[in-house]
């Protein structure tokens, strides 16, 4: 029981981790409160399926074969990130964050509508690798499959982008921009390469969460990276708005307390879980305004 | 002899005014003029302009923007049916209620002011605590607040009938009663923007640094305008209800949200002008689009927009506005009489 | 023999407010030059607009006979431009050796960036003891050598500094102008200078323009300047 909990709070938390990191890296280098996140989640879940307004989803690139289908998946959420930014974003670079956040909440539902009118309200059943859904035993506990993947692959990209922040040229210049852009402009760093950049990883994270998603739920809906998001922004604003190493251990933190209240919410208060959650994270903020994991005026670190 | 702050007084008063005959008229052209959709949608418009007024009175004075606003609507929305509909069909829709609720059958009236009162209420409560966030961090928390408050009403179902629709509200908002509770929006907005609260939070929009400075206790003026701006969208959310006799949680979510802040932003939010011609321009293009998603025949071809393309253009719409005309279409300006109109002659230099 | 950098005619405005109105003139290859004058005489817009994060309402900027107005900041630092700004501005969550590789991204000598990197530990021996530690740790002297190392690091080929010795002790002030007349001798640099203190100016030495509301006022070697200190003192008075 306690240690299927674990299982459950780690794989929940890390998906958790991965959205809050998506909106966490734009933020940082450009002050964005990326409200289309979810709705870049929910494209990729459809880049798997064609175009039909039918209940039983064809599959379209979710055909390949997983070592073709996950980098397909992953560079068309980096691509559409990148495109959004391009067409969005760059032309609104010198305007307030305010505006930023409501041009991607007009962007959001732009791209939510689009999905409508390609492929209908109903949700689709998907079936993407369903022998995942196996448990494995772990000690006492039955896991399924597809939960030890999610973790193994949360520790892999967060192990990964840590590695990346700190090692390569667009990481160092990633975090330099975050804390000082126009400096960093200054020494030569390239603004349009840094933004992109942290638009591609972010959309790339964004189909990551969108994998995990279709092969939990099997279900395509146009509204399925809106729960994730909002969690996601949470994390961001509870770990210090901008602050990597804040939003994946608020992510984390946001997985396990959903997990707990999950687990031991009496049967009747269950459905309100969220709600409980979000009560819970404004009363948090209530007795720290600055965000638990970083204060306010703490930069972005790696 | 009239010093320039009592004329500029007195001009700012005529906003209010001129905006409430400019309803007026929108009203008797789509009364006397238009068919029967057009005085629907006039209502619509109305209650919308009601809404965003709300709306504009927290996001307008304090430069932060909302996403919890239509909660407050799905809120009043719900109060109002509550307190209105015949006590069988409760017994039979929301069979949770307590009894005293359950019992009571008001006037719609009452209805409507309780809406906005309870919406006051939930947002002083709720306000207290995320307005101590600093601008960006407090609009995502309310943008929490409207997934909290849709989460629960979607699955309280004695209570709120959860995702199935209460129906059976008394439909009785015509183009007046919006006009009227459109115009008390006004009045109240335009009150509350030249009191010495109103004042305090422009000021400390524009410079927080020197607002802080001079003792402005933005914290407390920011509640103040929260709480007001609920009361209106609740009775907004109210008159929602009871113009289509249908309620349903998702009728009071993200559509909604878009929908008000589209029009704050297309109108210009720095001034309550701005908000309202939003809501016009935005309505009057929503239902032209309606209308060609329903289809329009030439000829022989009928011609229609697939459905979802009207927010895929109001979206386009938005921010285009966003990107070429940042501060809206009033950019922030007024409407209101020139000087010499209120005073006579011209205004003094100083 | 063609300027190092050229201003003509520039202005630049915020709003209504005019900062720099018509100001001209020009920089030698490996001149020193001082830009002095009150506070709001429009030194740092100067600057600014120099080096591209502000821009001009109309002038002409050119290095090298090259014209400057319009490129992005990174496209000017590109060309062989430095800046070490007002306030520093390190990044301090990075540590003293990322600081230092930040504007190493523009270099086509990629293979020179060790040896440029082992030329500045030399110099600041500190900096190679807190190479792996945040930057933000470092004592304000530190972190203006730091920020004028990291400003070496991109190559330059001209340097704008603003305000060197703001906040710091007079000691440590001797110290940078120290270094930095060291490091142009050295590179060969072209150095543009803001610096509040005429007599600190005439100290080091080198060309000075004084200015005052956006215009400059006078143009000579920082010496002669010096003489009439007290004179400037009462020529500048209240700007107010």
């Known amino acids: 029981m306690s240690l299927q909990l674990v299982f459950d709070a780690l794989s929940l938390g890390g998906i958790y981790a991965i959205a809050a990191l998506g909106i966490a890296l734009i933020f940082g280098v450009m002050k964005l409160v990326n409200f289309a996140h979810g709705q870049f989640i929910a494209c990729a879940v459809f880049a798997l399926i064609l175009p039909t307004a039918d209940a039983v989803a064809v599959l379209g690139l979710g055909a390949l074969p997983a070592v073709l289908l996950i980098p397909a998946i992953i560079g068309f959420g980096a691509g559409l990130a990148v495109l959004a930014e391009a067409l969005v974003f760059r032309p609104l670079r010198h305007a307030s964050p305010v505006a930023l956040m409501v041009g991607s909440f007009a962007l959001g539902v732009a791209l939510q509508n689009l999905l409508l009118v390609l492929y209908g309200g109903r949700p689709k059943a998907i079936s993407l690798w369903p022998d995942l859904g196996q448990p494995v035993q772990i000690g006492a506990a039955q896991v399924p499959l597809l939960q030890l993947i999610v973790i193994g692959a949360v520790a892999l990209i967060l192990g990964a982008l840590a590695l990346m922040l700190k090692r390569s040229r667009l990481g160092l210049e990633m975090r330099a921009a975050a804390e000082d852009f126009g400096m960093a402009r200054l020494l030569g760093v390239r603004a349009n390469r840094v933004i992109s950049g942290a638009f591609a990883l972010s959309g790339a994270l964004a189909a990551v969460v969108a994998l995990v998603l279709v092969a939990q739920t099997g279900v395509a809906d146009v509204r399925m990276g809106g729960q994730i998001m909002l969690v996601a922004f949470i994390a961001t604003v509870v770990g210090g708005m901008g602050s990597l190493p804040g939003a994946v251990a608020a992510g984390m933190a946001l997985g396990a307390a959903s997990a707990l209240l999950q687990a031991f919410l009496p049967d009747a208060a269950r459905p309100f879980r969220d709600a409980f959650l979000y009560a819970l994270v404004i009363l948090v903020l209530l007795f720290r305004p600055q965000g638990i994991f970083a204060s306010a005026s703490a930069k972005p670190r790696v | ?350 | ?240």
């Open chain 3, 1 to 240: 023999m063609m300027a190092k950098l050229g201003v003509h005619d520039l202005s630049v405005r915020y709003g209504k407010l005019t900062a720099i109105s018509d100001l001209s003139f020009t920089v030698a290859e490996g001149e020193r030059l001082f830009i002095s004058g009150p506070n709001g005489a429009g030194k740092s817009s100067l600057l600014g607009a120099i080096s591209g994060a502000v821009r001009a309402a109309h002038g002409r900027i050119e290095m090298d006979g090259d014209i400057l107005s319009g490129l992005s900041p990174e496209g000017i630092a590109r060309r062989g431009l430095s800046m070490v700004p007002e306030g520093r501005r390190i990044f301090r969550g990075l540590t003293v050796q990322e600081n230092l590789l930040v504007g190493t991204g523009l270099r086509r000598d990629r293979a020179a960036v060790g040896d440029d990197l082992e030329t500045v530990y030399q110099a600041f021996p500190i900096l190679r003891e807190r190479a792996h530690a945040n930057a933000g740790a470092l004592s304000g002297g530190q972190q203006q050598m730091l920020a004028i190392s990291r400003a070496l690091m991109t190559n330059p080929k001209l340097m704008l500094v603003d305000e060197p010795s703001l906040g710091l002790a007079p000691k440590v002030v001797d110290e940078v102008y120290d270094h930095l007349c060291a490091l142009q001798a050295l590179r060969g640099l072209t150095l543009v200078i803001v610096e509040q203190s005429s007599a600190r100016a005439a100290r080091v030495g080198g060309r000075m323009i004084l200015m005052r509301g956006g215009r400059i006022v006078a143009d000579g070697d920082a010496a002669t300047f010096a003489a009439d200190d007290l004179l400037s003192e009462a020529y500048f008075g209240d700007p107010a």
């Open chain 2, 1 to 350: 002899m009239l010093t320039s702050h009592q004329i500029r007084r007195r001009m700012a008063a005529t906003t209010p005014v001129l905006l409430a005959l400019l309803l007026l008229a929108f009203v008797l052209m789509a009364v006397t003029l238009g068919d029967r959709a057009a005085a629907r949608m006039a209502s619509e418009t109305l209650i919308r302009v009601t809404l965003v007024v709300g709306f504009w009175i927290f996001a307008g004075n304090s430069g932060v923007i909302s996403f919890g606003h239509a909660a407050f609507a799905c809120v009043g929305a719900y109060v109002s049916a509550w307190t209105t509909l015949q006590p069988g069909m409760k017994a039979t829709l929301l069979p949770g209620l307590p009894e005293a609720i359950a019992d009571a059958h008001w006037p719609v009236l009452a209805g409507a002011g309780l809406a906005g009162t309870i919406a006051a209420a939930l947002a002083l409560v709720t306000g207290a605590a995320i307005l101590r966030l600093s601008g960006i961090a407090a609009s995502i928390a309310t943008f929490a607040f409207l997934a909290m408050i849709n989460t629960i009403w979607s699955n309280w179902t004695p209570i709120t009938g959860g995702t199935s629709s209460v129906v059976g509200l008394e439909r009785y908002v015509t183009p007046w009663v919006a006009l009227g509770w459109a115009v008390a929006a006004l009045i109240a907005a335009s009150v509350y923007g030249a009191s010495a609260s109103g004042l305090a939070l422009r000021a400390s929009r524009e410079d927080e640094v020197a607002a802080a400075a001079s003792g402005i206790d933005r914290y407390r003026h920011r509640l103040l305008a929260f709480t007001l701006s609920a009361f209106f969208c609740g009775v907004g959310g109210a008159l929602m209800g009871h113009f289509i006799g249908v309620i349903n949680p998702d009728g009071f979510y993200l559509s909604l949200t878009f929908l008000m802040l589209a029009m704050l932003v297309v109108g210009g939010i720095g001034s309550l002008s701005g908000a309202v011609i939003g809501v016009l321009a935005v309505s009057v293009t929503v239902e032209l689009l309606v209308r060609l998603e329903k289809g329009v025949t030439f000829g022989a071809t009928t011609f229609a927009l697939p459905p979802g393309s009207q927010e895929i253009l109001i979206a386009i719409a938005m921010i285009l506005v966003l990107v070429f005309r940042p501060a809206g279409l009033l950019a922030g300006r007024e409407i209101m009489l020139p000087a010499r109109w209120v005073t006579g002659r011209s205004i003094p230099k100083e």
